[in-house]
């Protein structure tokens, strides 16, 4: 009997435009080599942190968003998902102010049955994929309903705004309906 043999998984695959749009040659932090089209050293590039947001609501276009910090500061990407569930990219990387970052740092690790949200019909997941030099970690989470996930939801928000791309602008009026306080 022929046993089949499952493909292997790229782990970056979900990245990969990112990371070109980036010219990052993995999803990670640390010094990323930059080379040309023959493979020669170009340059290097030293990444204190990224982070990755997919941003499904239930009804509407699935996006993502993607920040790299540097010694140089924050730059960040907002892609609409195609019919493969992959991020299209457009545009490029400009500089962005992250308060997601910051954010992470008030996640309540032993949350309390009242801190889940009741089932609902149509509602918002989030999947927030970090990596830093210390720490590497990935957050998923819908409707949410504890303090610090709904901070983290608007800091998303207030990211994806400071791109100031008019292309999302319509894209992120949808995002704020599932705002709450």
């Not at 009804?59 to 993607?66: E, T």
């Not at 990596?131 to 928000?157: G, M, T, W």
């Amino acid at each position: 009997m022929l046993a089949l043999q499952p493909l292997p998984v790229n782990e970056d695959e979900p990245y990969r435009a990112f990371l070109a749009a980036f010219q990052l040659d993995r999803f990670d932090s640390g010094w990323h080599i930059v080379r040309d089209h023959r493979g020669w050293r170009v340059r290097d590039i030293q990444v204190c942190s990224l982070w990755l947001a997919s941003i499904q609501p239930s009804f509407d276009s699935h996006a993502f968003l993607f920040v790299v910090h540097t010694p140089d500061g924050a730059s960040g990407l907002f892609a609409f998902a195609g019919s493969d569930g992959l991020p299209i990219i457009v545009s490029e990387p400009v500089a962005v102010r992250d308060s997601v970052s910051e954010a992470l740092s008030s996640i309540n690790l032993s949350p309390t049955s009242s801190d889940f949200a009741e089932i609902s019909l149509d509602g918002i997941s989030h999947s927030l994929h970090v990596r830093a030099l210390s720490l590497s970690y990935d957050l998923h989470f819908s409707n949410p309903s504890s303090k610090c996930l709904r901070r983290i939801q608007r800091e998303l928000v207030a990211t994806a705004e400071s791109l100031r791309d008019r292309r999302i602008s319509d894209y992120l009026q949808v995002w704020r309906r599932y705002l709450s306080e």
